[in-house]
Nanobody, 123 residues
Framework: VQLQASGGGLVQAGGSLRLSCAAS????????VGWFRQAPGKEREFVAA????????YYADSVKGRFTISRDNTKNTVYLQMNSLKPEDTAVYYC?????????????????WGQGTQVTVSS
């Protein structure tokens, strides 16, 4: 499966963005999907993940209550709605996928990665 992340941009603190992860391939509904981010000089970190059906979602503590992950399997797309953005959310955001009934927050577990989209939050 090929993944294309989009929706990043420049936003002021307190603002919102919605990221999209569009997948090619006809079995997207078999894939668990995660969002990760990497800030300059830092390691890539887990943000959120969603099971293949969408019934289970997981979040990093740092984004819980502010970010929402969802998916539309009819459109082969996973979304990350980001509200109440903070300057510390600034990073390149990546989506990743693995064909699995379970979902994990470990980046090494995922098989496929998108190219990343830049999110910059100004103070």
């Amino acid at each position: 499966v090929q993944l294309q992340a989009s929706g990043g941009g420049l936003v002021q603190a307190g603002g919102s963005l919605r990221l999209s992860c569009a997948a090619s391939g006809h079995t997207f509904s078999s894939y668990a999907v995660g969002w990760f981010r990497q800030a300059p000089g830092k390691e890539r970190e887990f943000v959120a993940a969603i099971s293949r059906s969408g019934s289970n979602t997981y979040y990093a503590d740092s984004v819980k209550g502010r970010f929402t992950i969802s998916r539309d399997n009819t459109k082969n797309t996973v979304y990350l709605q980001m509200n109440s953005l903070k300057p510390e959310d600034t990073a390149v955001y990546y989506c990743a996928a693995r064909s699995s009934v379970v979902v994990k927050s470990t980046n090494s577990w995922y098989d496929y990665w998108g190219q990343g989209t830049q999110v910059t939050v100004s103070s």
